[in-house]
Every structure is written in C-alpha cells, then in structure tokens.
C-alpha cells in the first residue's frame, strides 16, 4: 500500500530564504505527484502536477523536482514571503484504490518578518 | 480557471438531522469527490463520481451517500448526522478519462459542527 510522508512536519524560515519541503513515497509506480497549499480554514489550492516523465516542474517561485527511482519529490519556493504562511501538502494516486489520491499529512511553513 | 464551490462555508446542525452538502464544478469535469479532513487523520476519501449517477465508496462510506444527478453537481447526504462526523468536508473535481493522470482542484470547504 502506497504511504506518502512529508518532513518535517513544521518549519519556520525568515523571510527571503529559500524553502525546501519534502515528500517521500514507497511505492515508485506513481503516474503523477501533485503539490497543495492550504491555508487555516480553507479548502486546497493546487501548486504543481508533475507527471511521472517529468523530472521538474515550475511554476513562478515554485519548483517541484521528481525522483522516482528513489521515491522523493521536492518542492522548492524561492525568496520566501510572509505570504507563503501555510500547510504544504503532496499527493500521489493510490496503487489501490481507482480514483483516490494518497496525501501526506503536509509541512506547516510559517514565514516571518 | 476551475472553480469549484460548496453549499456553505460553515454548518451547525443537530444529530439525527438529514444534512445536505452541496458541490459545483464549472469546467466540465467528469470525476467529483468528497472527502472529509481531521487533525490527526488527514484528508480521507468518501466517495467518488466518475460519471452522472456513477459513484463508488470511498475509504469512509458509512453513514455517507451522494447524488449525482447532473455531471456538475455532486452532493454529498448525511441521513442521520451525528457528532463525531463534525468535519470539514472538502469537495473535489477532475478531467475525467484516467483518474490517474489528472490534476484534481478542491472547493473551499464547508465546516460542518454537529451538536
């Protein structure tokens, strides 16, 4: 059965730095890895959608990377904001179940002034 | 831009009551989804629709149905509601064809209190 884990669990990083969030997977047979945002309170935003031929994605300040063969996708904000406050979740499709996305328990980042 | 929305952003009802959650996606999308998100246990999948009047239970079905009468619509039905499904529920939608391929978008959740 597929198990998606993300560490750390919280983060916090001044302004300005560059973020590093990780997602590892133990089953590499993934068709995709998709990278969520979600702030207190509210439903998820999606980031990213790397495909499983793809190796990076970007998008903005966002940049997910894809290893397979190792089972870890990174996702990577550069020049943090205050803005970017929030709990970082990924996703990959389960291996058993049709139609059900496998979800980290996600990284909390606080940004500070 | 998808969109998808949700009936109510917060909802207080009383156990026993027949509660309705409602979803709407705008862009055409054949899979629609519920799931339900708690501390602790994260995101949890209900029940899904691949297809009008299609469904197929998800992780935590029990106490749970759902309508799909029309493709952009997908409800979710608590016949008897009762304290511990006090949740935020979270609605979803995808293309379609392979599930496995597509990007799903969420709603912005409704927060649901039973007393």
């Known amino acids: 059965k597929q198990e998606v884990t993300q560490i750390p669990a919280a983060l916090s990083v001044p302004e300005g730095e560059n973020l590093v969030l990780n997602c590892s997977f133990t089953d590499s047979a993934i068709y995709n890895l998709q990278w969520f945002r979600q702030d207190p309170g509210k439903g998820l935003t999606s980031l990213l959608l790397i495909q499983s031929s793809q190796r990076e994605q970007t998008s903005g300040r966002l940049n997910a990377s894809l290893d397979k063969s190792s089972g870890r996708s990174t996702l990577y904000i550069a020049a943090s904001q205050p803005g970017d406050s929030a709990t970082y979740l990924c996703a990959v499709p389960s291996t058993d179940s049709w139609g059900k996305l496998q979800f980290g328990a996600g990284t909390q980042v606080v940004v500070t002034p | 831009d998808v969109k998808v929305t949700q009936s109510s952003r917060y909802l207080v009802k009383r156990t026993g009551e027949k509660v309705f959650l409602e979803c709407v996606q705008d862009?055409?999308?054949?899979?629609m989804f519920w799931y339900r998100q708690d501390p602790g246990l994260g995101l949890r999948l209900i029940y899904f629709s691949y297809d009008v009047k299609m469904k197929e239970k998800g992780d935590i079905p029990e106490g749970y149905s759902v309508s799909r009468e029309k493709k952009e619509r997908f409800s979710l039905i608590l016949e008897s509601a009762s304290t511990n499904q006090t949740s935020m529920y979270l609605c979803a939608s995808s293309l379609g064809g392979s599930l496995a391929y597509n990007e799903q978008f969420f709603g912005p959740g409704t927060r649901l209190t039973v007393l």
């Open positions: 862009m055409d999308h054949e899979n």
